[in-house]
């Protein structure tokens, strides 16, 4: 049975059902500067109704969805194309719908997270991945970095991905934040190689202290290390032209 526009408007006054009003004042106060409408559905749910959505015309729900100005709606369009089960090509072709559509930090990561299928086609994504690293759209640029943070920060790819990320030059605030949660996420899964980088790497200063910054604050750096990248944060007097 094909997806219709009434399909659509039964989920809209569905979503607006589970709708939570405080849970919409905080997240939506999360997210500034974003033209959507916002409902105040948790995430737990909304995948919840993605996974039931996937057993039914989630293809004919993409083609009729995609254009929504609302944010559920569009964190909907994401979590069903990152869950939905099909060929990986075919996948990616719903993936790139999906990347243009991204307007908010919050839609990128979760679906990143979501988007688990890329372990088992590596080479395939990361090919794919690599015009979105240079593009001049921001969440473009993010969801790269967010993917190769989620998915590669391997043995494997580790060298690679730590170059990647001294190479991205967008002046996006939310690629930089999204370098300095890598590059924190690097250093927490691949210590050693990451340390030596961050000895002699090209970050800009902001993204750079912001790294430390979330090594910080981490749980899962050592007591001592942090006292060591206290010592390695930029000063203003110090810091490098990059």
Known sequence: MSYTKADLDNLDAQLRKMADEKYREFHSGLIPNVDAVFYGVRTPSLRKLARQMIKEDWRGFLE???DSDVYEMN??????????????EEKLSYVRKFVLHINNWAVCDVVCGDLKDAK???ERMYEFLQPYLS??????VR????????????DEYIHDVLQIYDGIRHDGYYVKMAVAW????????QREITLQYLLSCNLDDFTYN??????LESFR???????????MKRRKGEMSEA
Not at 75 to 88: E, I, N, R, S, Y
């Open 75 to 88: 964190m909907l369009c994401g979590m069903v194309t990152a869950l939905a089960k099909c060929d990986f």
């Open 143 to 154: 969801f790269a970095v967010v993917i190769l943070m989620q998915y590669f920060i391997t």
């Open 64 to 66: 009729l969805a995609w």
């Open 182 to 189: 890598a590059v924190s996420t690097c250093f927490i899964k």
């Open 120 to 122: 088992k086609h590596k």
């Open 135 to 140: 593009s001049s759209e921001e969440y473009e």
């Open 210 to 215: 912001k790294s430390i910054q979330k090594m």
């Open 221 to 231: 750096v050592s007591k001592e290390d942090k006292e060591m990248l206290r010592g």
